[in-house]
């Protein structure tokens, strides 16, 4: 009779749908630890970024520019403005628009969609959608990161692995503001 670990053995070689989700920190830098992991194996990566937080680069965006890690960042600050926010939906919608080319380019070995959770809560893209079309056209031996809280449930079910960051204390609490190589 096979045993747990014999029937589980994992198959060689699937491009992995990995989601970092959760109220907790962690879910863009555990991302870009994968990231870091992969181009340290010379395999081809990129990071697209749907929500930008803040105005100024952020230490990770300047590190990978240090490094020649490709990078989009196509939002643009986010505010709950309505003007603001109806063109920061075009924005997202142009990222997966350049997300869907990255994803269906074999060259690449490691996807990052950072913050792609945003886009689908907010309904401007529908999660059955976007999981169906990954299903029909994401390179087969890619892995692809997406991170962002409130994952819907169609990607969670789609996804290979999935993390939820559980927040058990973070120093905002204490009044301790953002603070460079820790928030950004
Ligand atoms: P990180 O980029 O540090 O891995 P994250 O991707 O898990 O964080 P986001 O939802 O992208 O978290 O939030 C971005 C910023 O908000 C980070 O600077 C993070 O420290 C902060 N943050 C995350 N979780 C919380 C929380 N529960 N309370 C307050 N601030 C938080
Ligand atoms: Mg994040």
Redesign the pocket.
């Known amino acids: 009779m096979p045993g747990i670990l014999e029937s589980n053995r994992p198959c060689a070689g699937k491009g992995l749908v990995i989601v970092n989700t959760g109220?907790?920190?962690?879910?863009?830098?555990?991302a870009l630890g994968l990231l870091l992991r992969a181009w340290g194996q010379n395999m081809r990566v990129c990071v697209i970024q749907f929500i930008k937080?803040n105005g100024s680069a952020s230490g990770e965006v300047l590190a990978a520019r240090q490094l020649g890690i490709e990078w989009h960042t196509l939002g643009d600050g986010f505010t709950w403005e309505s003007q603001d926010l109806m063109r920061t939906e075009i924005r997202a919608r142009d990222a997966w628009a350049l997300a869907q080319t990255k994803i269906t380019d074999s060259t690449y070995d490691l996807v990052v969609l950072d913050?792609f959770t945003y886009p689908l809560q907010f309904r401007w893209l529908d999660a059955k959608e976007v999981v169906a079309w990954l299903q029909e056209n994401k390179a087969p031996l890619q892995h692809l990161i997406i991170?962002?809280?409130g994952a819907p449930d169609e990607l969670v079910q789609f996804a290979d692995l999935v993390t939820e960051?559980q927040?058990v204390k973070?120093p905002?609490?204490q009044g301790i503001q953002?603070q460079p190589g820790?928030?950004?």
């Open positions: 109220y907790g920190k962690g879910k863009t830098t555990a937080e913050e991170t962002g809280w960051m927040k973070h905002f609490d953002a820790i928030e950004f």
